[in-house]
């Protein structure tokens, strides 16, 4: 099957001709697969800290959420 390219003001306005249920359905269907990509990243960041933790030995799970922030600002601020 052959694929156009199609920049993203093209996409937006093939969109605005769609009937309301069809944008809609458009619309959630973006935003499902952005949540889960969100998740995604999410979980991979987490599993990053949990290994820079394990590392300095620190216990991501034991810490508290201002132990947390504070581990990520100095993560941060490292030279």
């Not at 390219?5 to 619309?27: H, M, W, Y």
Request: aromatic letters at 6%.
């Amino acid at each position: 099957m052959p694929t156009m390219t199609l920049s993203n003001n093209q996409v937006v306005d093939l969109i605005k001709q769609l009937p309301p249920e069809d944008k809609r359905t458009a619309l959630f269907v973006l935003a499902e697969e952005a949540s889960i990509q969100h998740q995604e990243r999410m979980a991979y960041a987490e599993s990053q800290l949990r290994q820079l933790c394990a590392e300095r030995g620190l216990d991501w799970d034991a810490m508290s959420e201002e132990e947390r922030e504070i581990f990520i600002d100095d993560l941060l601020h490292e030279d």
